[in-house]
């Protein structure tokens, strides 16, 4: 679809389709957008599913792919899919980074030589106020994690979500990083979004489509306009930012979110630099 492949080129449309690959989640984090916990409906994209959507996003002319969840290295196969998508476009993995055992690590070592970073959530420096927010341990396990991808050649970004990030908490936290051996630019800053867990709980900054980046996001219950969008709320999803309930072949969705993009009025851009 050269149109798609001009709307990214031009700038107009994000060039990245996101994969919620499952919905499930070890952690239940205090924000959440998909009320990700260990016994919820696991929603999952196969691995096969995951490839196809890659193959054709990029004969489209889309340039990157992200996987999120839930929690995406609870599915078995995560390791070597990710190799696979990698092999048709960059990749971009988000996690808790909880479960990297010394088997998995093992399984990581081939996505060094590839164009993959894994994006994994750091809120602070501080262990206590980080695992308030995501659970027991979760500090602890992050910061042995991140060095033990890096030793291994694996690219780590790290995501910071909060409400109120002051001025010497984040000043820690990059000392943290740094020293973790993730760079400045490797290090994304960004709200909690009022959708799902978070609005239950009374935080976050209300947002609708006008302020999110329009990113194709791909999930078992159809398409939606970005990976802000596929939340749920009281178990129930939410479709307000729903684009296509069809997602094969990406053409459909890829096609309905350019009508969206193209016909919104000039200055709608998106307003909270959510990345």
């Known amino acids: 679809m050269r149109a798609v492949a001009r709307a990214v080129a031009d700038g107009a449309l994000p060039g990245r389709v996101w994969l919620y690959s499952n919905y499930h989640c070890n952690l239940a984090c205090s924000y959440c957008l998909t009320e990700s916990a260990p016994k919820v409906l696991k929603r999952e994209l196969t691995a096969q599913h995951m490839l196809e959507v890659a193959t054709e996003a990029s004969a489209l002319g889309f340039t990157a792919l992200g996987v999120t969840g839930g929690e995406p290295f609870l599915l078995p196969h995560m390791p070597e899919t990710i190799a696979r998508l990698a092999n048709v476009l ?24 590839l164009p993959v970073q894994i994006q994994i959530s750091l809120d602070s420096a501080d262990p206590i106020v980080n695992d308030t927010m995501r659970g027991p341990e979760n500090w602890r396990k992050v910061i042995e994690a991140i060095p033990s991808l890096i030793r291994r050649g694996i690219r780590v970004r790290i995501a910071t979500t909060g409400e109120e990030i002051d001025d010497d908490d984040l000043a820690r936290l ?3 990083h740094r020293r973790l051996g993730v760079s400045d630019e490797d290090h994304v800053v960004r709200p909690i979004v009022q959708r799902g867990r978070a609005a239950d709980n009374g935080m976050g900054v209300f947002a609708e489509a006008g302020d999110l980046p329009p990113e194709l996001t791909i999930t078992a219950d159809g398409a939606f306009w970005s990976p802000f969008g596929p939340t749920v709320h009281g178990g129930t999803l939410d479709t307000d930012l729903l684009v296509t309930r069809a997602t094969a072949p990406l053409s459909m969705p890829a096609s309905a979110l350019l009508r969206l993009v193209m016909g919104r009025p000039a200055g709608s851009d998106a307003k909270l630099h959510i990345r």
Do not use: I, K, W
């Open 174 to 176: 990059c000392s943290l």
């Open 90 to 113: 960059p990749v971009v993995v988000l996690t808790n980074g909880t479960l990297f055992n010394t088997a998995r690590l093992e399984r990581m070592r081939p996505l060094a030589d």
